[in-house]
């Protein structure tokens, strides 16, 4: 199922869609490995302006003109000629891909507040339904998300959900699969995805970044 979904570190994915032969990149930061042509991105989602989120040098790396940037203002501003803003709760349609913003907040810190209007993701990629949360803890919204393959989820507590939690929002929208994040740099330890792991009741997979 996660054949071509790369964990690139903390929230920064790489999925290669074989449906629209189409790159995607959610939260690009700290890139390696991204000599060849293939690595350049046709879509990137980013979930808010965080530095560990929006990264500017990364995006250039893997940028070509006809790159779509789906995000908030504050990073749509940024890259005008390539970028398109999403709020939460609505969706647009990028080179046949389907994207809807989910809100992603932490109900009670300072962190992410609600009113920023910060997002996760829902996107279908390899027909399947993947959801990267964003910077979140636990929110309505995400607990009665239905019919999600891969849940792309932080576990590393302090400005999201710590492992404990993320297993149990896991258990309530049910998943088929999920993959954790947003642990292992600059919060939470290698070690939360063993306890997210074995505390979820649906399909954990767990892997070291690439």
Known sequence: MVSNITWLGHASFKIVDRVTDKVIYCDPWKLK???KPDDKADLILVSHPHF???????????LKPETVIVSVKEVADKFPKNSRVLMSGNKLTV?????????????????????????GYIFCANNLLIYHAGDTDATPEMLALKNIDVALLPIGGTYTMSAEEAANAANTFKPKL???????DIVGKWEDGVTFKNKCEIDVELSRPE
């Open 33 to 35: 490995h991204i000599d």
């Open 52 to 62: 560990d989120h929006f990264s500017p040098e990364d995006i250039h790396k893997i």
């Open 95 to 119: 080179f046949g891909i389907e994207i809807e913003a989910i809100p992603a907040y932490n109900p009670a810190k300072q962190f992410h507040p609600r009113q920023n209007n910060w997002n």
């Open 178 to 184: 999920a993959l954790p994040m947003h642990y292992g």
